[in-house]
């Protein structure tokens, strides 16, 4: 009865209701938005931790503490045998030797400076370059290198087959080769592209006069095994003077961030709450004072003070809960636009470990946290006005025009 009774009465007064529905709708809708930019640079941070970038990756104390990390010297001499020794612990899922060092890549009378990453043919990382690639594909087979249509452009050397890069060797000389272009990609970060290319290990370590490799990138069955892995490996790698940092000390800012963006999500969303609160608490109180007249005499005819209450509460919390899930319903194709496409928002991004483009993501649970507490609100600010319009006495309300 009760429930009918509330129905009705929205229904007898539908602009106050659309406006409740609305204010609803509008918090909920900002609540989604904001929760599906965190949640994106969640997801972000998740690749670039599993699929882009090492869990460990370890290197001699002196790469570290040099001057240039870039200059091809203080390798690990014995990477092949140093990498089979720590894939035989069972915590670890792959082991890649890698080196990366500056070079300059030519054509015509253009030159461009490029960190360089000389990687293994079946490479596991950089899995970005392989859903970015343009034309060829990465990881690629044989000699050759990977560069960014960026890059190419900025070169202008847009339709090149082949570049020639220049580097200095392990010795301090010069060195040249002209390598065919095995893949051209775009990623959503123009500043990764306009300084980062790729080549072979085997044309690199020819080419550096280098043996062994810069670094060696481990893969962990769980990353969150890395402090543990680290400490276990101190007696394999003191011997020959190198260490291992974890991707935490490795992406520690950006671990920082995305605890900042959490907060910063907590604090948009009590704000939107407030707001949202503020306006239908005092819409929901001007629909229970312009029926006091209607309420006095459900009273008169036996209407008890807690069955007053409960129907603005009914009336309330319908509102509320059709407004959250409209919300929900019209923030769910911008995300899912967003999700696919991006919003791009330019360099500013990197500041947040992002590219040019910030990707939106979504959470099931996160969205139905924010429906309850669109929901929660309308019901908050009717508890307010129900007990507010059942102070008076029943004379009171009949008086009140």
């Given at each position: 009865?009760?429930?009918?009774m509330?129905?009705?009465?929205?229904?007898?007064?539908?602009?106050?209701?659309?406006?409740?529905?609305?204010?609803?709708?509008?918090?909920?809708?900002?609540?989604?938005?904001?929760s599906?930019?965190?949640?994106?640079?969640k997801?972000?941070?998740?690749?670039?931790?599993?699929e882009?970038?090492?869990?460990?990756?370890?290197?001699?104390?002196?790469?570290?503490?040099?001057?240039?990390?870039?200059?091809?010297?203080?390798?690990?001499?014995?990477?092949?045998?140093?990498?089979?020794?720590i894939?035989?612990?069972?915590?670890?899922?792959?082991?890649?030797?890698?080196?990366?060092?500056?070079?300059l890549?030519?054509?015509?009378?253009?030159?461009?400076?490029?960190?360089?990453?000389?990687?293994?043919?079946?490479?596991?990382?950089?899995s970005?370059?392989g859903?970015?690639?343009?034309t060829?594909?990465?990881?690629?087979?044989?000699?050759?290198?990977?560069?960014?249509?960026?890059?190419?452009?900025?070169?202008?050397?847009?339709?090149a087959?082949?570049?020639i890069?220049?580097v200095e060797?392990?010795?301090?000389?010069?060195?040249?080769?002209?390598?065919?272009?095995?893949?051209?990609f775009q990623?959503?970060?123009?500043?990764?592209?306009?300084?980062t290319?790729?080549?072979?290990r085997?044309?690199?370590?020819?080419?550096?006069?280098?043996?062994?490799?810069?670094?060696?990138?481990?893969?962990l069955?769980?990353?969150?095994?890395?402090?543990?892995?680290a400490a276990?490996?101190g007696?394999?790698?003191?011997?020959?003077?190198?260490?291992?940092?974890?991707?935490?000390?490795?992406?520690?800012?950006?671990?920082?961030?995305?605890?900042?963006?959490?907060?910063?999500?907590?604090?948009?969303?009590?704000?939107v709450?407030?707001v949202?609160?503020?306006?239908?608490?005092?819409?929901?109180?001007?629909?229970?004072?312009?029926k006091?007249?209607?309420?006095?005499?459900?009273?008169?005819?036996?209407?008890?003070?807690?069955?007053?209450?409960a129907?603005?509460?009914?009336?309330?919390?319908?509102?509320?809960?059709?407004?959250?899930?409209?919300?929900?319903v019209?923030?769910?194709?911008?995300?899912?636009?967003?999700?696919?496409?991006?919003?791009?928002?330019?360099?500013?991004?990197?500041?947040?470990?992002?590219?040019?483009?910030?990707?939106?993501?979504?959470?099931?649970?996160?969205?139905?946290r924010?429906?309850?507490f669109?929901?929660?609100?309308a019901?908050?600010?009717?508890?307010?006005?129900?007990?507010?319009?059942?102070?008076?006495?029943?004379?009171?309300?009949?008086?009140?025009?």
């Amino acid at each position: 009865m009760l429930l009918k009774m509330a129905l009705l009465s929205a229904l007898k007064r539908p602009k106050r209701a659309i406006l409740i529905m609305l204010a609803v709708a509008l918090s909920v809708f900002v609540m989604e938005f904001v929760s599906g930019w965190v949640e994106g640079m969640k997801i972000r941070m998740q690749q670039k931790i599993v699929e882009e970038s090492a869990h460990l990756i370890i290197e001699r104390k002196a790469r570290l503490d040099a001057l240039d990390p870039l200059e091809p010297k203080n390798y690990i001499e014995d990477a092949k045998t140093l990498a089979a020794r720590i894939a035989a612990d069972p915590r670890v899922s792959r082991v890649e030797e890698l080196s990366s060092f500056g070079a300059l890549v030519l054509a015509g009378d253009r030159n461009l400076p490029l960190q360089m990453y000389a990687v293994e043919e079946g490479t596991s990382y950089f899995s970005q370059i392989g859903r970015g690639a343009r034309t060829g594909g990465f990881p690629f087979k044989g000699a050759g290198i990977a560069i960014s249509q960026k890059a190419l452009d900025l070169i202008g050397a847009g339709g090149a087959r082949s570049l020639i890069v220049l580097v200095e060797d392990s010795s301090g000389a010069p060195q040249y080769r002209e390598l065919p272009v095995a893949c051209v990609f775009q990623t959503d970060d123009s500043q990764f592209d306009s300084s980062t290319a790729f080549m072979d290990r085997a044309t690199a370590a020819d080419l550096l006069g280098t043996k062994g490799a810069a670094e060696l990138w481990v893969k962990l069955a769980r990353p969150d095994d890395a402090p543990a892995v680290a400490a276990s490996l101190g007696p394999l790698l003191s011997p020959v003077d190198c260490v291992a940092r974890t991707w935490e000390t490795l992406q520690g800012s950006l671990l920082v961030l995305i605890k900042f963006m959490n907060l910063f999500m907590l604090v948009v969303n009590i704000f939107v709450l407030v707001v949202a609160a503020t306006v239908i608490t005092n819409a929901i109180l001007m629909n229970v004072f312009e029926k006091q007249r209607e309420y006095g005499t459900l009273r008169a005819i036996g209407m008890k003070r807690r069955q007053q209450g409960a129907l603005v509460l009914l009336e309330g919390a319908g509102q509320g809960v059709a407004g959250a899930l409209i919300g929900a319903v019209l923030a769910l194709p911008l995300i899912l636009y967003l999700k696919h496409h991006g919003l791009p928002i330019g360099e500013a991004s990197h500041v947040i470990g992002a590219g040019d483009v910030m990707y939106f993501g979504m959470n099931a649970l996160s969205t139905l946290r924010n429906v309850c507490f669109g929901a929660l609100i309308a019901v908050v600010g009717s508890l307010y006005a129900a007990l507010a319009g059942t102070r008076g006495s029943v004379v009171d309300a009949l008086k009140n025009s």
